[in-house]
């Protein structure tokens, strides 16, 4: 399996919003609504930010949201906020023997 | 609070053996599916392997055959035993927590080093 496709790098002016896209295949972000999202400051351990697509753990602000199209998944940042520049990790279930794949990591930039 | 503590990182040259431990606490261990997930330096996230509270495991197809996950419910520990390291498994090491194929929880991870 390849990994899911995000791009290398996104940025936003805070308070603006910021879509991050995530594209898998049918056989994993298609397939199952088990995609979650984490945050990673430099340095810092991964936090989990979305899961099952678009719920939130509890303390994780409601700026973040995340959605899916057929074989896409996105997370949106609303209202930017300085603290919100990390790099961001998407993750799907794809099921059979190599059952979870990790998306490249897109680096955000608050301008 | 829970709390994952990875340890048993370290340089090792190419084709030897580490092993990896994370010891578990604050939840119900064994009633949890738990993962290793790695990040070379300076790059992104690799799932690693997984196993069920059953002993169920999964394993990337770059560390089939070479890694085995295991557990010990009684002592709240789960293992990741790295055999023939190549200079590519060179990452830092988490242990997670995995209910529902999630990492909801992360330890601080450990270093592994493969280097002649």
């Known amino acids: 399996q390849s990994a899911l496709t995000q791009p290398a790098s996104v940025s936003g002016s805070p308070g603006q919003s910021i879509t991050i896209s995530c594209t898998g295949t049918?056989?994993?972000?298609?397939?199952?609504?088990?995609v979650s999202w984490y945050q990673q400051h430099p340095g810092r351990v991964p936090k989990l930010m979305i899961y099952e697509g678009n719920k939130r753990p509890s303390g994780v602000s409601n700026r973040f949201s995340g959605s899916k199209s057929g074989n896409t998944a996105s997370l949106t940042i609303s209202g930017l906020q300085t603290e919100d520049e990390a790099d961001y990790f998407c993750?799907?279930?794809?099921?059979?023997?190599?059952?979870?794949?990790f998306g490249g990591g897109t680096k955000l930039t608050v301008l | 609070e829970v709390q994952l503590l990875e340890s048993g990182g370290g340089l090792v040259q190419p084709g030897g053996s580490l092993r990896l431990s994370c010891a578990a606490s604050g939840f119900t261990f064994r009633a949890h599916d738990m993962s290793w997930v790695r990040q070379a330096p300076g790059k992104g996230l690799e799932w690693v392997s997984g196993?069920?509270?059953?002993?169920?495991?999964y394993y990337a197809d770059s560390v089939r055959g070479r890694f085995t996950i295991s557990r010990d419910n009684s002592k709240n520990t789960v293992f990741l035993q790295m055999n023939s390291l190549k200079v590519e498994d060179t990452a830092v090491y988490f242990c997670?927590?995995?209910?529902?194929?999630?990492?909801?929880?992360w330890g601080q991870g450990t270093l592994g080093t493969v280097s002649s």
């Open positions: 049918g056989d994993d972000v298609g397939s199952y609504d088990l």
């Open positions: 993750c799907s279930y794809a099921g059979g023997s190599t059952p979870v794949i």
């Open positions: 997670a927590r995995t209910p529902n194929w999630k990492f909801d929880y």
């Open positions: 196993i069920s509270p059953s002993g169920s495991t």
